[in-house]
């Protein structure tokens, strides 16, 4: 065991602020970084990694991107938080309504989990409802509402999926399993009247990458309409990754609200939701839904998402990025298939994942049926010839802008040598 692991386990749970760094998924001992340039990583053993996991999305730029440092670094100077509003909030805010109209007003908080958490007491309040309706699979944060999952038995009986949440606080939210419209069509013909909310997230990228069936999200937007309940997008991924705005501009469904984080705050903590104006206006101070934040619209993580954002909008570097993960894609299909390997890779726009199955992945259960050995050990051949995919099967691998065509034949050059010393597993 390397000594910083050591000195970890001693000081912090499990060595980690956050679980999935652990490296548990892939059964390996994590590495520490020392720092990151572009594309890579540079561990503090000396390695130097090409990085497809790109802090979970944020960095759709690369690391370290020169704009999005000296942005920051100008911010700091004048100061790190005034917890009193400022001009660049606004523009942040209006950059971020103007790419995704449905989000008339716009609170920003300091992360995904509290944006998706607001979303849903602000359902809740507007609405005059309790209960709300997520997919299996789908990830929004850790919230008591959130961390349930749906019970073996019968349809639409959950449980926590964390120690520490009330049972009572669990039963108020409904779980259906992603892409299953029967499924979500029965729960809400049965709590309809008492439905605050669905929330999904409209490509399902924390189950590996799932994407929507044709009509799920439409028909998602008519069962809310019907029954009064609020749809919420989790864009907290999909936002500004794919087009200069969310997904549900390339689908053309307009939820009531929205959850964005990640890329908005360029690899500072941040999270924002918005959407109609008299929903969001029943937010404190306007209206009864308490929501508050000491460090919420901090100059860094404003200024480090202004400098995200705005080198987007002037680059709009989507269709690029989209070609260079579609013949990426194409070229690992290609060589599992030559070497023999059941290997799924689907791709949206610059996401991809990697499902060892032999037909194609559209649920929560489908990917619990994925080799999860197979992943694991490609994982570990994978960092031995310098690349670092996501430490988990149910995460999904990023481009970012960094990734330039030589560096991707280097890295498609050790994915194919990695896929021939698979085996089986
Ligand atoms: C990452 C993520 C979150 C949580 O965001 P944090 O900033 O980690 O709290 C919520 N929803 C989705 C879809 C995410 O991918």
């Known amino acids: 065991m390397n000594s910083f692991l050591k000195r970890a386990l001693s000081v912090i749970p499990g060595g980690v602020n956050s679980p999935v760094r652990a490296f548990h998924g892939v059964d390996a001992e994590p590495f ?15 390695r130097k990694l090409i990085d497809f996991c790109l802090s979970f999305g944020p960095l759709i730029l690369g690391h370290a991107h020169r704009a999005v440092v000296s942005t920051i670094i100008a911010a700091a100077k004048k100061g790190t938080s005034y ?7 606004l523009r942040l805010a209006e950059l971020i309504r103007s790419a995704v109209p449905s989000m008339e007003k716009v609170r920003l908080v300091s992360s995904g989990t509290e944006a998706a958490m607001t979303a849903v007491r602000l359902a809740r309040g507007f609405t005059g409802r309790a209960k709300i309706l997520k997919f299996s699979g789908c990830y929004h944060g850790h919230a008591d509402c959130m961390l349930v999952q749906a019970g073996s038995g019968v349809a639409g009986i959950a449980s926590a999926s964390s120690a520490g949440i009330p049972e009572a606080f669990a039963r108020e939210t409904l779980v259906a399993p992603y892409n299953d419209l029967a499924a979500a069509q029965a729960l809400v013909q049965e709590h309809g009247a008492d439905l605050a909310a669905v929330i999904v997230e409209p490509i399902a990228a924390n189950m590996g990458l799932v994407l929507p069936k044709p009509g799920f999200l439409a028909e998602l937007r008519q069962m809310c309409t019907a029954s009064g309940a609020l749809l919420i997008f989790d864009e907290v991924i999909t936002g500004f990754r794919l087009c200069f705005g969310g997904f549900q501009k390339l689908c053309a469904i307009t939820p009531d609200l929205t959850c964005l984080g990640k890329i908005i705050g360029g690899g500072m903590p941040i999270g924002a939701l918005g959407g109609r104006s008299d929903i969001m206006d029943h937010l404190a101070p306007l209206g009864p839904v308490y929501q508050a934040g000491t460090l919420s619209g901090n100059p860094l993580s404003v200024a480090s998402g202004l400098a995200t954002l705005e080198t987007l909008a002037a680059t ?6 989209e070609q260079a993960a579609e013949a990426f ?3 690992l299909r290609a060589c599992a298939a030559r070497t023999g390997l059941e290997l799924q890779v689907p791709q949206y726009g610059s996401m991809f994942g990697l499902f060892f199955s032999n037909q194609p992945v559209e649920s929560f259960a489908d990917t619990q049926r994925c080799n999860s050995k197979m992943f694991a050990a490609l994982f570990h051949k994978l960092l031995q010839s310098g690349i670092y995919i996501p430490p988990s099967p149910f995460e999904v691998c990023f481009l970012s802008t960094a990734h330039d065509h030589a560096l991707l034949e280097t890295a498609l050059h ?10 089986n597993q």
Do not use: I, K, M, N
């Open 316 to 321: 709009l570097p989507y269709a690029g990025l």
């Open 83 to 89: 917890a009193v509003t400022t001009e660049a909030e």
């Open 329 to 331: 894609a194409a070229e």
């Open 414 to 423: 050790a994915f194919t040598q990695s896929f021939a010393g698979l085996g």
């Open 32 to 46: 520490f970084v020392r720092e990151a340039q572009g594309a890579y990583l540079q561990t503090e053993d000396g």
